[in-house]
């Protein structure tokens, strides 16, 4: 058979910075990347961007710090780039609000890589590079890092890993700065807080541990998860003080489980002897656990990294998600009463179906209480019962339809007493997954319809009531349609239609009767490509996106429409307020 008419999402796959696969392609992890003539020299750098909501931040001048300079050439498996990190002068109280740049240029040949930011372990960001272009690229991700503030108090460690590899071919460095801004402004509610003796279970929280891997190492901290039986594991003491812990959970899917959504099920793959074709159908699930037991379970956004599919999608509009991938909170208070015997406790991730590799850590997040050296707490209710995804499947040959569905659902509750008193706590998850798969001309062409849908929420009462409510209700549409072909020997075309959605709902409530917050996210994107490819290079092709970004909440509004076509920006509306 001629491989190369084979979907080329299923070509795709490769870990962005495994050298010994870059120059492969057929049936093997592959995928494209543009030639360095484009781009006319007399142009200035092209602007990447992800569309999002700008950080609320206070009027008053923020006081910077710059927390690294650094050039990224060949840094693929060697130590993180760190520095040392002492908390700037300018911190004698809490900010208000706490905000991490990144910024970057690049000029040249490159693929997207991931990288991670740490601080004292502590993960910050997750984010993708953008891929540049001879005439160069520029980007900025800003992200709204307040709920960590316990650790800017701290001297530690800064780390950033981005595994890059230059040579002639690949000649993109990565040139990057990274800084903190602190906005100060009164804090009327945390001073009103500490005088009624009330908890603050809001966020930022009083301490966080890393859930990552120690330095040295030459990698990222993040644990590497390669299969489903791989369990990634980090013992842990809490203080003795806690009364409430969120474990907050960073995910990205390299290589063969890149494109995991677009995976096909292995008796597919067997009955047509299909070889180097990533499988293992497309269910994946993220699960944390605690001394063994699953205590949350996280259905993955499906982020397209920058380069990902049709890279003449991604420009300049990168994917939704891809600069600043989501975290995901798993509430683990009800367990604290196991975790306050002082003694260490296992903490740890697996994957579901995972193929080869899945970059996984966590920040857990901790309460303290500051007029008690010992709280005590017990699990009350813990249930995660058992689920089998369910799959329909028809093929002959390589055309066939497969539909498989699965849903979960995890709760826990538990008592925690603090020198506030007793609270009980009821955090619960209802995930449902459903994805349609198609294999038509020959397997030429290939559909995904796919639908995530998860509701995590946490209710917080004492005897007299619901003090504390957290809901999270998250819809992540995506749809993708490939169809290559080959027009002579070697040199091939794809046409790629894409939609991926990123929806959500929240609420949150301190003492009901005093404040309560809302808001709602519908961010969509629909992209449309034709390319022209030969080996692993696009020697022609035109990418277009449009998006749409609307949030409405109780702390004010943000709507763009905007839309692309091969680096140019043919609309571009915005409104900042609310109606
Ligand atoms: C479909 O592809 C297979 C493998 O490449 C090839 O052997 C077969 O002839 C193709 N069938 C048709 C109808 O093109
Ligand atoms: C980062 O880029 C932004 C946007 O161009 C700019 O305003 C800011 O000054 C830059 N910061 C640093 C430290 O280079
Ligand atoms: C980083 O900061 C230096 C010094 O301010 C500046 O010259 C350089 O352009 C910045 N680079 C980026 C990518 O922002
Ligand atoms: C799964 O991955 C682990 C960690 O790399 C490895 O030790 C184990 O052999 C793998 N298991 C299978 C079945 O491949
Ligand atoms: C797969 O290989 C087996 C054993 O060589 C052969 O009998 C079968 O016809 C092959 N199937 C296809 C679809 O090529
Ligand atoms: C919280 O958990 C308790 C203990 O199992 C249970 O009685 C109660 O119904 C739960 N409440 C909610 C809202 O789930
Ligand atoms: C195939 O692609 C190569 C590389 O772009 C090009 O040099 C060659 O002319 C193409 N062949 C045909 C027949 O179009
Ligand atoms: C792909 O997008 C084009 C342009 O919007 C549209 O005409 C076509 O019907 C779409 N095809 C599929 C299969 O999604
Ligand atoms: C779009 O960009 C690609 C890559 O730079 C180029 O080959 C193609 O000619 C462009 N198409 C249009 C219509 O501008
Ligand atoms: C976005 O703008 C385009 C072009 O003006 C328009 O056709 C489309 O209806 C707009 N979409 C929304 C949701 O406002």
């Excluded at 870059?22 to 750098?45: E, I, Q, V």
């Excluded at 540049?132 to 701290?154: C, H, M, N």
């Excluded at 369910?390 to 995890?410: E, M, W």
Aim: proline fraction near 6%; glycine fraction near 6%; hydrophobic fraction near 35%.
């Amino acid at each position: 058979m001629t491989t190369s008419s084979f979907p080329l999402l299923l070509l795709l796959s490769l870990l962005p910075f495994s050298y010994s696969h870059l120059h492969k392609l057929k049936f093997t992890n592959s995928r494209l990347l543009h030639s360095d003539t484009d781009g006319d020299d007399t142009t200035s750098p092209t602007t990447y961007f992800e569309v999002t909501r700008p950080i609320p931040v206070p009027t008053t001048q923020p006081c910077s710090h710059l927390l690294l300079q650094h050039d990224f050439a060949y840094t693929y498996s060697k130590p993180p780039v760190t520095s040392s990190y002492t908390p700037p002068s300018c911190l004698t109280q809490t900010p208000s609000r706490i905000v991490l740049e990144w910024n970057a240029t690049c000029k040249g040949r490159q693929y997207d890589r991931i990288f991670g930011v740490w601080l004292g372990g502590v993960e910050l960001l997750r984010s993708c590079t953008a891929e540049p272009r001879a005439t160069g690229i520029v980007w900025t991700v800003q992200k709204d890092v307040t709920k960590y503030s316990s650790l800017f108090f701290e001297e530690s460690t800064f780390a950033v890993y981005l595994g890059n590899l230059v040579d002639s071919t690949y000649t993109g460095v990565y040139h990057v700065n990274v800084s903190l801004y602190f906005y100060f402004e009164s804090d009327k509610l945390h001073q009103q807080d500490e005088q009624d003796n009330v908890p603050a279970f809001q966020f930022p929280a009083d301490l966080l541990l890393p859930i990552s891997r120690n330095l040295p190492l030459n990698d990222g901290l993040w644990f590497l998860i390669q299969n489903s039986t791989d369990i990634q594991t980090k013992e842990l003491t809490i203080p003795s003080n806690a009364y409430r812990a969120v474990v907050e959970v960073y995910i990205s899917f390299h290589s063969d489980d890149e494109f995991w959504y677009s995976n096909p099920p292995n008796d597919y793959i067997s009955e047509n002897n299909l070889t180097g074709v990533p499988g293992n159908g497309p269910f994946r699930e993220v699960t944390i656990r605690l001394d063994g037991d699953v205590v949350g379970s996280v259905w993955p956004f499906t982020v397209i990294y920058t380069g990902g599919i049709n890279p003449l999608l991604w420009r300049p509009i990168t994917g939704i998600g891809s600069f600043n991938l989501p975290s995901y909170n798993i509430e683990i208070t009800p367990f604290l009463g196991r975790l306050l015997d002082g003694k260490p406790h296992t903490f740890g991730f697996g994957v579901t179906n995972a193929l080869d590799v899945w970059f996984v850590d966590a920040n857990l997040h901790l309460w303290l209480d500051q007029k008690s050296s010992k709280t005590e707490g017990n699990l009350l209710k813990y249930e995660a019962p058992a689920y089998i995804p369910r799959t329909i499947s028809k093929f002959y040959g390589l055309d066939g339809k497969f539909k498989i569905n699965a849903q979960r659902r995890i709760s826990s509750a538990g008592w925690v007493e603090s020198s506030y008193g007793q609270f009980t706590f009821n955090f619960s998850q209802e995930l449902h997954f459903q994805n349609f798969m198609e294999f038509s001309d020959n397997a030429s062409t290939q559909l995904v319809r796919q639908t995530i849908e998860s509701t995590y929420s946490t209710y917080v009462r004492n005897p007299y009531g619901v003090v504390y409510t957290e809901q999270v209700h998250h819809t992540f549409p995506l749809y993708i349609y490939t169809s290559t072909a080959d027009v002579v020997q070697d040199n091939s075309t794809l046409a790629t239609n894409i939609t991926l959605g990123f929806d959500q709902k929240w609420s949150i409530g301190e003492k009901p009767e005093l404040e309560f917050g809302f808001g709602f996210l519908t961010n969509i994107q629909n992209a449309h490509g034709d390319l022209k490819y030969s080996g692993n290079s696009i020697t022609g092709g035109i990418g277009s996106t449009e998006e749409v970004y609307d949030y409405e909440g109780t702390d004010g509004c943000y709507f763009r429409n905007v839309s692309s076509s091969n680096y140019t920006i043919l609309y571009d509306l915005t409104k900042d307020f609310c109606f």
